[in-house]
């Protein structure tokens, strides 16, 4: 919040002009981050008390029950919680806000998100108990124990038995644990009687596998939907988990973590961390969040990004989300200029890679080197006239990776595809290569297999931000074969 009527969100500014909470002409996306009162609970927020109460008010005034992006029962769930959460911390709601409030809960409760599910009937679900704890009377009591009838159900359905999201997204698995500590929160202030030995025991393998996901820089890695500077990151998520006196036992960043329930695995050797993608799209009736990343990677060497997915920056319907959730977009095999899932309509997914993990083996001083190797296959190809199944390979040590790609049938094309991070520069000549930062080499590159080339990209850290960053490219050769390795100093 810059001024009264005056937002930044997903690096995009705009001003509340007329009374008009709704422009048409601005991402859905900006506008439901406008309507969700996230600023009344921010850093510095009692700087800006004045602003918020004129704020609140305007609010009630230009938004009449049911109109507007503003009643859609998600920000509305959001914007319950932080309503409540402000006044909880100091700030008593005044009989028009109090009001107000108890209209958006009514209006929610009976519009839940059951036809979206995911972290969206999550969100209603926790507005519900809030709020059922925050009123008192009959009606609040239904509203709790509606709110707790679903957490109950959707948390055993959503939260797999590795601690992952069933959406399989970095960014909304710290969502979901923001969302449960906020309960568990909740629970010290009021004296009802809520599961919260439930939630309590749930959150270490979250944070756990969160973790396992995250690279050494902090941030999140970028799987399907996911953005920084959306969701707290993890020190922010464990610190609050501490304050709520839950322990959360140290992750050991062994060779290898493998979260099989998700199908993600992450590898530690030497200064090299590599996070793989042998991952269904997303669970088989919300794959909302999925991109068609299957068998991609990520890879940070001396505590950096290096090879990046290229994340996402926007949102709704058009060209650009199908550009950033297609295969082209991600560290994978590209096959006839296709897609290995069919991502569409901003939230779609027509047909599904299924991938399998082949091959997980770790050997310990194999010639004085650790070494591991990973292999996996998917069939998200198979649509195409030559029913070609890729499959692929990493061979990681201390000291370089060794990545083999196989197309088994008849395609006319096959590219494997290695973003770079802004910060670093690839130089090739042949088969021979360097990524280089400020002319300082780190890493060779030697194309085994296949035609290198290079191309211009673009890296999306954040809603509303694309920076240009480079794409190596190796086209395989006549048997649909591809490889590369990248060698450092350990």
Request: overall charge negative; proline content about 5%; aromatic content about 10%.
């Amino acid at each position: 919040m810059i001024s009264p009527g005056k937002f930044t969100f997903l690096n995009v500014t705009h001003e509340i002009q007329d009374a008009d909470w709704d422009q048409p002409s601005w991402p859905k996306l900006w506008r439901y981050n406008l309507h969700y009162f996230d600023d009344l609970n921010a850093v510095g927020s009692n700087e800006r008390k004045a602003w918020h109460q004129l704020t609140l008010e305007n609010w009630i005034q230009d938004n009449p029950p049911g109109q507007g992006t503003g009643w859609e029962p998600y920000p509305t769930s959001l914007r319950i919680v932080n309503w409540i959460k402000w006044s909880l911390i100091g700030n008593p709601l005044s009989f028009q806000q109090r009001q107000s409030l108890a209209i958006q809960v009514r209006w929610l409760h009976g519009r839940l998100e059951r036809h979206i599910l995911g972290n969206h009937l999550l969100a209603n679900a926790k507005a519900l108990v809030f709020a059922g704890v925050f009123f008192e009377g009959e009606e609040a009591q239904h509203w709790l124990n509606t709110g707790l009838r679903i957490l109950g159900e959707q948390l055993d359905e959503q939260i797999l038995a590795d601690g992952g999201h069933f959406e399989l997204s970095p960014m909304y698995q710290s969502i979901v644990i923001e969302d449960l500590l906020d309960l568990v929160h909740l629970s010290s202030i009021y004296e009802e009687d809520l599961p919260v030995n439930n939630w309590v025991a749930l959150l270490p393998k979250m944070i756990g596998w969160l973790r396992v996901m995250t690279h050494p820089d902090g941030r999140i890695s970028f799987f399907n939907d996911a953005a920084l500077k959306v969701a707290a990151d993890i020190a922010v998520l464990e610190k609050y988990a501490a304050s709520l006196n839950i322990k959360i036992v140290p992750t050991a960043m062994a060779p290898y973590l493998l979260l099989k329930d998700s199908g993600y695995l992450r590898s530690t050797l030497g200064p090299a961390v590599m996070l793989v993608d042998i991952a269904p799209v997303g669970p088989s009736y919300l794959p909302a969040h999925g991109h068609a990343d299957t068998l991609s990677f990520e890879l940070s060497l001396f505590g950096r990004r290096l090879l990046v997915n290229s994340g996402t920056s926007c949102y709704g319907i058009g060209s650009e989300r199908e550009r950033q959730r297609g295969t082209a977009a991600h560290n994978t095999l590209l096959v006839d200029n296709s897609d290995s899932s069919e991502v569409w309509a901003g939230f779609r997914v027509g047909r599904r890679a299924e991938p399998k993990l082949l091959e997980l083996a770790y050997v310990p001083n194999s010639q004085s080197v650790d070494a591991l190797t990973v292999r996996g296959s998917h069939n998200g190809y198979m649509y195409l006239s030559g029913q070609p199944e890729h499959q692929r390979s990493w061979q990681l040590s201390a000291s370089d990776l060794l990545i083999s790609d196989t197309v088994h049938g008849d395609v006319d094309s096959a590219q494997a595809r290695y973003h770079l991070h802004p910060d670093w520069i690839v130089e090739m000549n042949g088969n021979l290569g360097v990524i280089k930062e400020c002319d300082q080499i780190v890493v060779e590159i030697e194309v085994l297999r296949g035609r290198p080339h290079l191309e211009s990209g673009l890296y999306h850290p954040e809603f509303g931000v694309s920076i240009p960053n480079q794409c190596l490219c190796v086209d395989a050769d006549n048997n649909g074969q591809a490889e590369i390795i990248f060698r450092w100093q350990s």
